[in-house]
């Protein structure tokens, strides 16, 4: 990931309402959530909710698809760990253990049955 892309990334997660959605969606996992659901769990207005999740699709943090008359949204756990990568690929720079820091990368969660 390039560093104007993290910055994209991080900009749109700074926002209390932002980052809140997006670790609701990374929590739903795989199937994510229908943007009624995540207006009724968070509260927000409509149009509230829509320039937030605008703001994350720009960002690449959340993919969406139409399901009919439905918009799911999911976590983009690819840009995520992206992100994490980028943050965190000096982090044990010029030590005998650089594996002690190495993140894991984040797989979304199945639903069980």
Known sequence: MKSKAALDCLNALAQEHRLTLFRLL??????????????AVTGLAGATLTNHLHILRRAGMVIDERRGRVIQC??????????????????????????ACEPSACKPAGKSK
């Open 26 to 39: 990374v929590q739903a996992g795989e199937e994510g959530m229908a943007v009624g659901e995540l207006a």
């Open 74 to 99: 999911r976590a983009n756990y690819e840009q995520m760990n992206g992100l994490l990568g980028f943050l965190t690929e000096n982090c044990c720079a010029g030590s005998d253990s650089a594996t």
